[in-house]
Every structure is written in C-alpha cells, then in structure tokens.
Nanobody, 127 residues
Framework: QVQLVESGGGLVQAGGSLRLSCAAS????????MGWFRQAPGKEREFVAS????????YYADFVKGRFTISRDNGENTEHLQMNGLKPEDTAVYYC????????????????????WGQGTLVTVSA
C-alpha cells in the first residue's frame, strides 16, 4: 500500500514561487496516476493538476495553466508541483492524490473519489 506525504508549503508573497513535493512509500508508485487538489477555506476541494503513471501526459485546471507544472520521478517515488506566479487566490491546503485505476491525466480531474490522499500542505499567498 502506497502512502503519500506532502511537503513544501509555506507563506509567499504574490508573484512568488513554491515547489510542493509528494513522497510516496511502497514499491508500486509507478503504477499510480498522481495529482494535486486544493481546498481553500470555506470552499470545496478542487482539482489542480494531474500526471499519468508513466509521466507522459499531464492535465491542468484552467486557473493554473502557464503558472504551475506537475512532474514525477518514479525512480525516487516523488511527485512535484512547481508553482510560479502565485496569487492570493491560490491560498489553500494542497493535497496529493493517487489512483491506479486512472489511465488518463484528464480523467483524474473529474474523479474526486480517489484511492489515496496525503494529509495536505498549507500554501498561503499574501497580497
């Protein structure tokens, strides 16, 4: 069973950058499609970005296109979310997610019932 642990959150000024990481335990990390979701105070959890098990395909929410980049290193069992040009509205708890049943990156955007979730890491962007 794979377990997920996020890191890299923190406080940053608008326009700044952060790199989130998701470290996965277990030997089958390479079998999982991975993704990032976020939940702002008082709002529902929403999809941010996803990447296929092989890393060959990615998919982004419209509000992060051109600013965020998702990547993975199956040899290191890690997934990353590079966030540039951060805005105050990006403030949220960011969650790493994984699912072996998902074949395409786009499919993860529409499926909130995923196999595995991390505990979340808080990102705060000040104006």
């Amino acid at each position: 069973q794979v377990q997920l642990v996020e890191s890299g959150g923190g406080l940053v000024q608008a326009g700044g950058s952060l790199r989130l990481s998701c470290a996965a335990s277990g030997r089958t990390f390479g079998a999982y499609a991975m993704g990032w979701f976020r939940q702002a105070p008082g709002k529902e959890r929403e999809f941010v970005a996803s990447i296929t098990a092989s890393g060959g395909s990615t998919y982004y929410a419209d509000f992060v296109k051109g600013r965020f980049t998702i990547s993975r290193d199956n040899g290191e069992n890690t997934e990353h979310l590079q966030m540039n040009g951060l805005k105050p509205e990006d403030t949220a708890v960011y969650y790493c997610a994984a699912d072996r049943r998902i074949a395409t990156a786009q499919a993860m955007a529409h499926r909130l019932s995923l196999e595995l979730w991390g505990q979340g890491t808080l990102v705060t962007v000040s104006a």
